[in-house]
């Protein structure tokens, strides 16, 4: 679904909540054809739109961060632009409350001239991080490479731009896959529970 405001053909919040700001840049560019840089400013422009307010938490998340919070300290490692800092900040207070305890932004989709970017294991050694849940494949890899542990989402089994590494190669890199909120939150609490590993 598409969404026509202000004059401007915007991909659907569903795009960006799917396929995230990578996936849809390169959704957003085939359909709507041009340079890189032209579908980096229409989905930015959606950014600024009301349509991007109004995403809403993927189903079983808002309750699974409470449960996390009561015995883990929680915070956002994002590679979203430093421009969305304060957009991604009202959004996570409003739907998640006081649940994050801070919010390291990447910006790898900035415009130029907005800062430079970094690295999701930079973000996570700034953070202190001993975990990271992400779409992203190869964010997970990147973090696991840098000894943090890693939690492959793959929502109802729906992210197929996750699935190209093999169980096996999972298992190597101490990457688990995780299909929703709740099994999230089984892992987190299983590890925590775990003895030590000398």
């Given amino acids: 679904m598409s969404v026509l405001f202000r004059g401007r053909l915007f991909c659907s919040s569903v795009l960006i909540v799917l396929f995230g700001f990578r996936r849809c840049l390169g959704l957003c560019q085939e359909v709507w054809g041009g ?5 980096t400013v229409r989905v930015h422009d959606f950014f600024a739109s009301p349509f991007f307010a109004a995403i809403r938490p993927i189903d079983g998340s808002v309750e699974a961060v409470r449960r996390l919070r009561r015995r883990f300290r929680l915070v956002i490692v994002s590679s979203r632009v430093y ?3 304060s957009a991604t900040e009202e959004w996570l207070s409003a739907h998640f409350g006081s649940c994050f305890d801070a ?3 990447g910006n790898h989709y900035g415009r130029e001239g907005s800062g430079a970017p970094k690295s999701k294991p930079e973000l996570c050694r700034a953070a202190g991080a001993e975990w990271l849940i992400d779409d992203g494949l190869h964010y997970c890899e990147q973090v696991a490479a840098d000894g943090v542990r890693a939690i492959l989402f793959d929502w109802n089994g729906m992210y197929s731009w996750n699935h190209s590494a093999s169980a096996e190669r999972l298992s190597a890199l ?4 995780a299909k929703d909120w709740p099994q999230i939150v089984d892992i987190l609490e299983r590890e925590a529970e775990a003895p030590m590993q000398s």
Wanted: net charge positive; charged share 40%.
């Fill in 35 to 39: 340079t890189r840089e032209e579908a």
């Fill in 83 to 85: 421009a969305l800092r």
């Fill in 103 to 105: 919010v390291y932004l």
């Fill in 174 to 177: 101490r990457i688990v896959r």
